[in-house]
């Protein structure tokens, strides 16, 4: 054997490479995809059942008492108003859940990332490909919940539909954001649980979900203006029902969002690099 | 629950039969464990527990009173959203934390890491483990209710004195909760399946007369909310805080005495059957 | 010397202060078993992320294939089959399906994937286990099915760390066995050992590891001649006594080494050096006579055990 031999061995890893190398996010994906069938019945009836629910408790139950005082906001009834942050919230819900405890895992208790990066396929890659399969059962988590939006007539505006990119888009700007910070954790002493308690929970009830951000002392309107739920929800609001806000406004809300995705994304391809290849 | 229940394991256990060979009179041991556990590890989430309630009693009591205006309890009383919903949130923390602690934490503790099966192969029974946990549950409830009572306090959400009789009844609620939350764990074996108890929860948590009065619905959903444990739990502290104290808090008192029992029953046998037989 | 398929040279790996792997050079041909010997933390497993293009070196050469693993880390890892040292699969996954998605990853097509995962079950021999959850395998199947998945792609190199840690004997065999039919059709295996056993069968050559520099280089038989003797005698007088007895063998074989629990006698004849010493009036609560070992040239080379 001589030189040869080498480089014909050079070239025969450069062409097994080509097609990881392009399609390696994909087949992140694709493993991804084969976990999530492992409970896609939860996914399903939640998909269906939890929109339903709240929708019916807060559009229908609530709506009855908020009406019944006289007061509309922004000249909508309750279900109209309620409907789109309910949309936005689910889509919050949805990410955190793929991008909490399954990162971690992939990361320490269940280290599939580390024998994915033996094979072909980089770390980038592997941010991208979970980042890809969770767009895709956002997205079916947000038609889902849209549909039955219009089940329950909350969708008065011709462009409504814009609603799900505006759910997805939320869900990416926080999961992105969260996944970079559960990419960093050695170990699960509860930093999960406080994330839910102090992060996503306030954010919940004080982005103008259930009521108007103009409802509170201007002190407390910060956690809206800074919290992606807060934008997407009105985004969504815009969508379904032509909220009226100016038009740079939206702008924000688009710029926003779109921004912290990139960040958190751009993030946490680097914190995967420098965890899986030190 | 002293009758024997398999012919064929009698012999195994002779005269061993009653609740003696499930209960060592030791559950101490297993509390002080779970407190040294909490202590040293996640002792601030477990104080974290307290911030939901009053963040959801902030929020919702401000903004969506402001929208809201006062509400009329079952009992024909005009309150403020803010006093309407605080009691409903103290019984959902209870059955939210006695349900954690019944549940998640004790199919982890069983499956995963194998706990009781090291406490089992000391002279502690399966009930000593059983009660042990509960008692725990109940002490961490107890820590909750009575921060939440506080707060409620400082807001003047408590119309009544009788809303120091609110302490007994939340931890009452948890107990019901946490003895059938174990009995309905005891049974399961999958992370999947424990994902429907969350599940069945949501809608507890929404339609039992929590954010808005039952009267909004048709008769027949409140009948099927009716007879779901929650609602009983809140008309009980809704009606000790804002003091509209009647006999007909009773029943929703005997609910839970039968939840408690029952809960007890089911998860006693159980156990003899995964760890005696 | 047909041209290597690994060449390292003057590798360094260090960690803020720590150096972990402290100028290593070993070249590896192909066809060939080459192992890593030395105790835990020597530096065996980070050159094995480093060859294994996961783990990007300090400074030093490396070239795998006639590729460098940086910038060509995909290239390079698509003929690599990696055993790490504490399994990895998807305990969220299934045996096959374990198999079926880490084909993809090396682009392959479904069907061959599918294919190539039903032989490897067979050579795993966990044909009835395919569609087992993970969890539910042993020890020995979890190590085997690591295996499998690692040559789902047919690799030209296998890097096995620590291969047979924690396996009863009769799953350590039968992972053996499979390991000696891979190079019986020449694959190129790097493995490492923090006890080398029956990978000194394995093993071609083999490098000696310890504090990240090589000790010593060849083939297990030249190692053992040129550090060791043929025979090693042991004997046990007792923790308290060995000692002291060790001062009293003075002339007795090539040369005496004092172990907390024994004593080891080098020497070209065992047998001729106990008869001397119970002559000489000590009598060993046990002895025993066998051939030199790795472990003895390692010893020698460290002064050190390389097993705790």
């Known amino acids: ?278 | 629950m002293s009758a024997p229940v398999r012919q064929e394991s009698l012999s195994s256990a002779p005269g061993r039969r009653g609740v003696g060979s499930l209960y060592a009179g030791n559950a101490r041991s297993v509390m002080l464990r779970g407190w040294e556990a909490t202590r040293s590890t996640n002792w601030l989430v477990i104080l974290s527990g307290l911030f939901e309630p009053v963040f959801y009693l902030l929020a919702l009591g401000v903004g969506l009173g402001a929208l809201v205006g006062r509400v009329t309890t079952t009992t024909g009383e005009q309150v403020s959203y803010a006093a309407f919903i605080a009691p409903a949130l103290l019984a959902v923390a209870a059955m939210n934390g006695a349900v954690y602690d019944s549940t998640w934490n004790v199919f982890f503790k069983m499956r995963f890491a194998r706990l009781y099966e090291g406490m089992l192969s000391t002279s502690l029974g399966p009930l000593d483990v059983a009660t042990g946990e509960i008692l725990l549950a109940l002490a961490r409830g107890a820590l909750y209710a009575i921060g939440f009572l506080i707060v409620m306090q400082v807001l003047g959400l408590n119309l009544s004195w009788w809303a120091l009789l609110a302490l007994p009844a939340v931890l009452m609620i948890a107990f019901g909760f946490a003895s059938v939350g174990m009995a309905v764990t005891s049974y399961m074996k999958t992370f999947q399946q424990m994902d429907w108890i969350t599940f069945l929860m949501l809608p507890m948590f929404l339609f039992s007369a929590t954010f808005y009065p039952l009267s909004v619905y048709p008769e027949w959903i409140q009948h099927v909310i009716q007879a779901l444990p929650l609602w009983h739990g809140v008309e009980i502290v809704r009606a000790l805080t804002t003091g509209a104290v009647d006999v007909g808090i009773l029943w929703h008192g005997l609910y839970y005495a039968v939840m408690i029992v029952l809960g007890l029953v089911f998860t006693t046998r159980r156990l003899r059957v995964l760890f005696l037989d | 010397m047909p041209e290597p398929v690994i060449v390292a040279r003057d590798l360094v790996k260090t960690y803020g202060e720590l150096s972990a792997v402290d100028g290593i050079s070993f070249e590896v041909a192909a066809g060939e078993s080459f192992g890593l010997l030395g105790p835990n933390g020597a530096g065996k497993s980070t050159t094995m992320r480093m060859v294994g293009a996961v783990s990007t070196r300090t400074s030093g050469e490396l070239s795998i294939l006639g590729l460098d693993p940086d910038g060509s880390g995909p290239e390079i890892r698509s003929q690599l089959g990696v055993v790490p040292q504490a399994d990895n699969l998807d305990t969220e996954l299934r045996v096959r399906e374990n198999l079926l998605v880490y084909g993809r990853y090396f682009g392959l097509p479904r069907r061959q994937v599918a294919a190539r995962a039903d032989e490897l079950l067979a050579f795993a021999q966990l044909e009835d286990k395919g569609k087992a959850k993970v969890d539910a395998l042993s020890g020995g199947m979890k190590r085997r099915l690591t295996i499998a998945r690692a040559l789902i792609n047919d690799p030209r190199i296998l890097l096995l760390d620590e291969p047979t840690t924690g396996l009863d004997p009769q799953a350590r065999h039968v992972l053996w066995d499979r390991l000696f039919r891979l190079k019986e059709q020449g694959t190129t295996l790097l493995l490492t050992r923090h006890y080398m056993d029956e990978a000194e069968q394995l093993c071609d050559r083999l490098v000696v590891v310890d504090k990240g520099v090589i000790m010593a280089e060849g083939t297990p038989a030249e190692l053992i001649r040129r550090y060791s003797t043929r025979e090693v005698l042991e004997v046990r007088f007792g923790s308290d006594r060995n000692a002291a007895v060790a001062e009293q063998l003075h002339g007795i074989g090539e040369r005496v080494e004092v172990l907390p629990d024994r004593i080891l006698v080098y020497t070209d004849s065992g047998e001729a050096d106990l008869v001397r010493i119970t002559e000489a009036g000590l009598r060993p609560v046990t002895s025993l006579v066998r051939r030199s070992s790795l472990e003895d040239v390692f010893l020698r080379l460290t002064g050190r055990s390389l097993i705790e």
């Open chain 1, 1 to 278: 054997m001589s030189a040869l031999e080498t480089r014909t061995d050079a070239q025969a890893a450069i062409a097994a490479a080509t097609r990881p190398r392009r399609w390696g996010f994909w087949y992140v994906a694709e493993h991804r995809f084969r976990v999530m069938r492992s409970y896609t019945g939860t996914v399903v009836v939640a998909g269906i059942g939890s929109p339903v629910l709240y929708l019916y408790a807060l559009g229908v139950g609530l709506a009855t008492i908020v009406d019944a005082s006289g007061t509309t906001i922004g000249g909508v009834s309750y279900l109209v108003f309620v409907a789109p942050a309910l949309l936005a919230s689910a889509g919050i819900t949805a990410a955190t859940e793929e991008f909490s405890y399954p990162v971690f895992l992939g990361y320490k208790w269940n280290p599939t990332f580390t024998g994915i990066h033996s094979s072909p396929i980089t770390p980038h890659q592997i941010v991208d490909g979970v980042i890809v399969s969770v767009v895709v059962r956002l997205t079916v988590n947000m038609v889902l919940f849209y549909l039955l939006m219009l089940v329950f007539g909350a969708v008065p505006s011709a462009t409504g539909f814009l609603a799900i990119l505006a759910g997805l888009l939320g869900g990416l700007a926080f999961g992105t954001m969260l996944m970079s910070y559960t990419s960093t954790l050695e170990d699960d002493t509860g930093q999960i649980a406080m994330v839910m308690r102090f992060i996503v929970l306030p954010m919940t009830l004080f982005s103008g979900t259930f009521f108007p951000l103009a409802q509170f002392p201007l002190w407390l309107q910060w956690i809206g203006w800074i919290s992606p739920l807060w934008h997407s929800t009105e985004l969504a609001r815009v969508a379904t029902y032509g909220y009226a806000e100016p038009v740079w406004l939206t702008a924000v809300h688009v710029l926003v969002l779109v921004g912290l995705a990139v960040f958190g994304w751009v993030l946490s391809r680097r914190i995967a690099v420098r965890r899986l290849e030190k």
